[in-house]
């Protein structure tokens, strides 16, 4: 058997959220909360979801969950995320390199821009603050 993939989230993927359902429907398990090093920056895609992209100045840490996910449904997963959203490597403030859902920087241009937030679930609450 295949070792399983840590898979860090950042948006409508962390628990209770729109597409949580996508890792729980391939058996992935919730490991822990995270947030990465200061070097990412996050937009909002029509207040739908997020898209974190690394910069080289001027990120923030972003927060974020760290999923177990079985290799055959990271595959699945990522087909199921929206276009622009892929998977690469991201840094964790704990030291740790995992794997992790990123933006393409072109899917950010003309977006909100909303790393003053530090997260998705934040920008969310905000949201609906205001509302």
């Not at 209770?16 to 919730?30: D, H, I, R």
């Not at 080289?56 to 927060?63: D, E, L, M, P, Q």
């Not at 964790?92 to 530090?118: F, K």
Request: include cysteine; aromatic fraction near 6%.
């Amino acid at each position: 058997m295949a070792e399983e993939i840590k898979l860090a989230v950042n948006g409508t993927l962390m628990r209770g959220l729109g597409l949580n359902s996508n890792l729980l429907n391939v058996g992935a398990k919730f490991l822990y909360e995270a947030a990465t090093v200061p070097y990412y920056r996050l937009w909002s895609i029509d207040d739908i979801h997020p898209a974190m992209v690394r910069v080289s100045h001027g990120g923030i840490a972003v927060a974020l969950e760290v999923w177990q996910v079985p290799p055959a449904g990271l595959v699945q997963v990522l087909l199921q995320e929206p276009p622009g959203l892929s998977i690469g490597k991201v840094m964790l403030d704990n030291g740790e390199t995992v794997l992790g859902v990123l933006g393409e920087p072109v899917l950010c241009e003309g977006q909100r821009e909303i790393s003053a937030y530090g997260g998705w679930r934040s920008y969310c609450s905000a949201l609906d603050e205001e509302l």
